[in-house]
């Protein structure tokens, strides 16, 4: 009979830490917040831009959910920051959910696109996927707006940190 309830307990705790951990919150996020967020010296930032509806960046999702993975015990954050309007927040939490997407996930909270895009990069055209590099102890802040395979990710973080 003990072993019956704990066996049952377990299965209990099992499935709720599962459901936890794939219930994934998307906040909105502003340039400012986001800026501090990317404040740490010791930490290696990796921004990606991106939306639901871009099919390059939806490509390319697995892949910095894969750098985060690779580099969890590493001082390397990536953030994931939907560039969908913010009446689509369900829409993104949803996807995040579906994708079951490990990395942070934010969706731009953007009064202005044109201000939140230069804000990241004065020479970003808004063309997405984009990334942003961020080394606040090795004074680099780099832009990429292209795609990304996962060896090419790599690299970046490796010649970056």
């Not at 390319?60 to 001082?75: C, I, S, V």
């Not at 689509?88 to 959910?97: I, P, R």
């Not at 895009?117 to 802040?141: E, F, M, Q």
């Amino acid at each position: 009979m003990l072993l019956k309830r704990l066996f049952s307990a377990v299965l209990f705790l099992s499935f709720f830490s599962g459901a936890f951990a794939q219930s994934k919150t998307v906040n909105l996020l502003s340039i400012q917040q986001l800026n501090k967020r990317m404040s740490n010296p010791d930490t290696v930032y990796i921004v990606n831009f991106w939306a639901t509806w871009c099919g390059p960046c939806v490509k390319e999702l697995p892949n910095f959910d894969q750098l985060q993975t690779t580099y969890k015990k590493q001082p390397v954050k990536v953030l994931l920051v939907s560039m969908d309007f913010k009446s689509k927040l369900g829409e993104v939490k949803t996807f995040t959910k579906t994708r079951k997407l490990v990395s942070d996930v934010f969706l731009a909270d953007k009064t202005n696109e044109q201000s939140f895009i230069d804000g990241i990069d004065k020479s970003w055209s808004g063309a997405l996927p984009g990334t942003l590099v961020v080394n606040n102890k090795k004074h680099i802040r780099k832009f990429y707006e292209q795609e990304f395979t996962y060896n090419e990710l790599n690299k970046l973080y490796q010649t970056n940190k």
